[in-house]
């Protein structure tokens, strides 16, 4: 999927490396563009965007470690990974969370999780079908 895509997401980072190279290690990730307000990563499945918050912006949001999931949003985004266990302990190594419990789905174990900022998504592992 080289070149803008015809869907995604946009998400803003107060720590703009740390944030890319996150999403980049757990969700393997390829980032195709690289300036000083955004990273621009891409699966086989999806295009990220993420975004620098401006400082003045960003010199007032605290971020804790661990990351306090910001949980009051209208959208949670969920990404495919190969195994749960591998993403957490990508995740815990590069700050990030990934909580209780898992649940199945039709066909995927599933749980939610942070990125080191707080940002809550879900991964979701898929089984094959019997």
């Given amino acids: 999927m080289p070149g803008p895509a015809?869907?995604?997401a946009l998400i803003y980072a107060n720590d703009l490396p740390r944030l890319s190279?996150?999403?980049?290690?757990?969700l393997s990730m390829q980032r195709?563009?690289?300036?000083d307000e955004h990273h621009v990563l891409e699966s086989a499945d999806f295009q990220l965007i993420v975004h620098a918050?401006?400082?003045?912006?960003a010199a007032g949001i605290t971020l804790t470690e661990p990351p306090a999931p910001r949980e009051n949003t209208?959208?949670?985004?969920f990404f495919s990974v190969p195994d749960l266990a591998d993403a957490a302990a990508t995740m815990a190594?590069?700050?990030?969370?990934?909580?209780?419990?898992?649940?199945?789905?039709?066909?995927?174990?599933?749980?939610?999780?942070?990125?080191p900022?707080?940002?809550?998504?879900?991964?979701?592992?898929?089984?094959?079908e019997s």
């Avoid at 195709?32 to 300036?35: G, R, V, Y």
């Avoid at 918050?53 to 912006?57: D, F, L, R, S, Y």
């Avoid at 209208?74 to 985004?77: E, S």
């Fill in 93 to 115: 190594r590069l700050g990030g969370r990934l909580f209780e419990p898992q649940w199945a789905g039709p066909g995927f174990a599933a749980r939610n999780g942070c990125d």
């Fill in 74 to 77: 209208a959208v949670k985004l």
């Fill in 117 to 128: 900022e707080g940002n809550i998504f879900q991964l979701r592992e898929w089984h094959a």
């Fill in 6 to 8: 015809r869907a995604g």
């Fill in 32 to 35: 195709l563009l690289a300036d």
């Fill in 53 to 57: 918050i401006p400082p003045h912006i």
């Fill in 21 to 26: 190279h996150f999403y980049q290690q757990v």
